[in-house]
C-alpha cells in the first residue's frame, strides 16, 4: 500500500510504501491510484484520482517525434527517384523509336515510289 504526499494544486510530489502498523500522517493520501494508471500526471481532486495533465500537455508527451530518414532511407529514397526518371526516359525513348520507326516506313515507300518511277522511265526512255 502506498500514501502519497500531494502539493496545494494536488499533484504527487512524494510517495511512501507502507505497510503493518504504520501511523500515515493526516497530510497523505492513502486513496490508491486505479491500476494500470489510466493518468499522464495524476492529480488529487479531494474526493478521487484525475487527469491533471493538460490536453497541451499530453500531446506534447503523446507525439511522435519525426526522426531524419537514415542514410539507407535516403539512398532507397535516391534510387526511387532515379528509377522513375529511367522509367520516363524508357517511355520517351521507346515512343521516339516508335515515330522513326513510322518515319522509315514513310520514307521506305517514298523511296520505293520513286525507284519505280525512276526504272520506269529508263525503261520508256530506251
Known sequence: MYAYEIDSKGYIINNYDIGGDVTVPDW???VQLP?????YR???NGA???EGATQEEIDEITKVETLPP???EQTIE???KQNQALSKMNTDLSNKNAELKQSVILHDGIISELVLKVFSEDAEVV
Open 48 to 50: 478521487e484520482w484525475i
Open 78 to 80: 535516391l534510387l526511387k
Open 35 to 39: 491500476q494500470p494508471l489510466p493518468f
Open 42 to 44: 495524476s492529480k488529487w
Open 70 to 72: 537514415t542514410e539507407t
Open 28 to 30: 497523505c493520501i492513502t
